[in-house]
């Protein structure tokens, strides 16, 4: 399917993570989508190292074509900001982006040369979308890197069966519309830890606008875990919940909406579904540490925010 080029930003938050930035901006040079027609944001979310040198090689790094001419260098705007979080960032780069349309991915993520070209093809269908791709995992001997990835495959996989039914994508993979994205007012900055991602996509929903799920939209995710990283970002996940959860009260006023016992069920045996042996067994043992987790994070911020309007009370 031929497509006339739409003018794109890729807006991409880092913090303290220059090695991975540099690959990131690597994959980027072997996009297949006409070099004049996009643009890279990097925001810097106060990083404690400069960043400069990361993006001036990356701005000089040119490809030779088929031809053996060199192609233009990549446009590459690098702002820097105080510390304020992923969707705070990401909101910065949209605000300085110069494209009609904007690609969201994070600093360890690689994309398909082909990502920009289909994200573009599902925005000319449906220009008010939220388009999300599918998103694949560069450490499949990491356990922890594993458990993660097919915990979102699982959460895709439920959610997503009927178009109606579809209710979030991660932020690292996710393409729209930078004049509706701007009406529907971004990224909530107030959720610095996590969930971000999922409120937007609620929002998303909550103003009419499409979330459109594109499988063909690839990125690689190189997201080095550890059992202890594992069990924090789980734990950060279950913050961000309730910090969500809170968010959506106040625009909807609907009380949190639990799951049935089956989707739990079905999580911890999803990983056996795909292949039945010890490592796929280990992966099941830590889809149910995550979920342990989660709950963890979410009733301790859920503790912490209590005792702080206490005191705010009493004061």
Request: aromatic content about 12%; glycine content about 4%.
């Amino acid at each position: 399917m031929s497509i006339v080029p739409l003018s794109f930003s890729i807006v991409i938050p880092t913090y303290n993570r220059p090695h991975q930035l540099a690959n990131c901006l690597r994959s980027l040079q072997a996009l297949d989508y006409p070099r004049d027609c996009f643009e890279v944001v990097v925001v810097d979310d106060g990083s404690d190292t400069d960043l400069a040198d990361v993006i001036e090689l990356a701005r000089e790094s040119a490809r030779e074509s088929a031809s053996g001419e060199l192609d233009i260098e990549l446009d590459i705007q690098l702002l820097k900001q105080e510390n304020a979080g992923p969707g705070a960032a990401r909101n910065t780069g949209v605000a300085h982006a110069k494209g009609d349309y904007i690609a969201f991915t994070d600093d360890d993520c690689m994309p398909k040369p082909d990502w920009v070209t289909c994200i573009a093809q599902r925005l000319q269908t449906s220009p008010e979308a939220l388009v999300g791709g599918h998103t694949l995992n560069a450490l499949p001997r990491n356990p922890y890197s594993s458990a993660s990835q097919q915990l979102i495959d699982y959460l895709y996989a439920y959610f997503h069966k009927q178009e109606t039914a579809i209710r979030f994508f991660t932020s690292n993979n996710m393409g729209v519309s930078k004049k509706t994205f701007l009406a529907v007012g971004g990224f909530n900055a107030d959720l610095r830890i996590a969930s971000e991602d999922r409120e937007l996509c609620d929002r998303w929903r909550q103003n009419n606008y499409p979330l459109v799920y594109a499988p063909e939209v690839n990125i690689v995710h190189a997201h080095d875990l550890s059992f202890r990283s594992f069990w924090k970002q789980h734990f950060s996940y279950g913050r961000g919940a309730f910090y969500f959860h809170t968010a959506r009260a106040k625009r909807s006023q609907e009380k949190i909406q639990i799951e049935p016992f089956s989707f739990y069920i079905n999580l911890l045996a999803y990983p056996l579904k795909q292949r039945i042996n010890a490592f796929q067994l280990s992966l099941s043992g830590l889809f149910l540490l995550s979920q342990m987790a989660m709950v963890a994070g979410f009733f301790w911020e859920k503790s912490r925010q209590s005792a702080v309007l206490s005191e705010a009370a009493v004061s």
